[in-house]
T-cell receptor, first 113, second 113 residues
Framework: AQSVAQPEDQVNVAEGNPLTVKCTYS??????LFWYVQYPNRGLQFLLK??????LVKGSYGFEAEFNKSQTSFHLKKPSALVSDSALYFC???????????FGTGTRLKVLA | EAQVTQNPRYLITVTGKKLTVTCSQN?????MSWYRQDPGLGLRQIYY???????DKGDVPEGYKVSRKEKRNFPLILESPSPNQTSLYFC????????????FGPGTRLTVT
């Protein structure tokens, strides 16, 4: 069965510091991995994806994520956090050849000025 | 403007009174999906549709029905709503084979009393 774990309910980071939001997954076969962001009272917005190729993928707003097959992880990172990055972040996985998406429980990122 | 729209955005109803939440996309996307978002549980997929007249169950389909008679529309039907269906609902779409990211609607907050 597919699953996604986001072990931290909340991550606090000071503005200007690097940030990491963790995600691990379990899926049969090749994974398609995604990060989405949700701002208050809004729908989810796509940030980035890993499908194949380079393990480091770059996305919107300066975010990047590293796919680690051996650790089954796909952590979201940003070198320098902004207060405006404060939001709810979701990791998601879909097994190649399937249509089902599994989302994590979300991590609330709070960037402190 | 390319978008996914949902109606209504807010709905308060009573147990057992049938309701429909509409979802429409103007991007000619093949794939559409419904999710519910609950605190501590993240997003869970209810139903998805690969194309017109092609639908399948997600992880939490009980108590819901869907139909896909036109490519642009994917309504979610609650035949006999119950309080445990109180939730925030999101519709999403993606282009089809070879496309991976989903585009989300703004959400429908449903309260069943």
């Amino acid at each position: 069965a597919q699953s996604v774990a986001q072990p931290e309910d909340q991550v606090n980071v000071a503005e200007g510091n690097p940030l990491t939001v963790k995600c691990t997954y379990s899926v049969s076969g090749n994974p398609y991995l995604f990060w989405y962001v949700q701002y208050p009272n809004r729908g989810l917005q796509f940030l980035l994806k890993y499908i194949t190729g380079d393990n480091l993928v770059k996305g919107s707003y300066g975010f990047e994520a590293e796919f680690n097959k051996s650790q089954t992880s796909f952590h979201l990172k940003k070198p320098s956090a902004l207060v405006s990055d404060s939001a709810l972040y979701f990791c998601a996985v879909r097994a190649a050849g399937t249509y089902k998406y599994i989302f994590g429980t979300g991590t609330r990122l709070k960037v402190l000025a | 403007e390319a978008q996914v729209t949902q109606n209504p955005r807010y709905l308060i109803t009573v147990t057992g009174k049938k309701l429909t939440v509409t979802c429409s996309q103007n991007m000619n996307h093949e794939y559409m999906s419904w999710y519910r978002q609950d605190p501590g549980l993240g997003l869970r997929q209810i139903y998805y549709s690969m194309n017109v007249e092609a639908t399948d169950k997600g992880d939490v389909p009980e108590g819901y029905k869907v139909s896909r008679k036109e490519k642009r529309n994917f309504p979610l039907i609650l035949e006999s709503p119950s309080p445990n269906q109180t939730s925030l609902y999101f519709c999403a779409s993606r282009k089809g084979t070879g496309a991976y990211e989903q585009y989300f609607g703004p959400g429908t907050r449903l309260t069943v009393t």
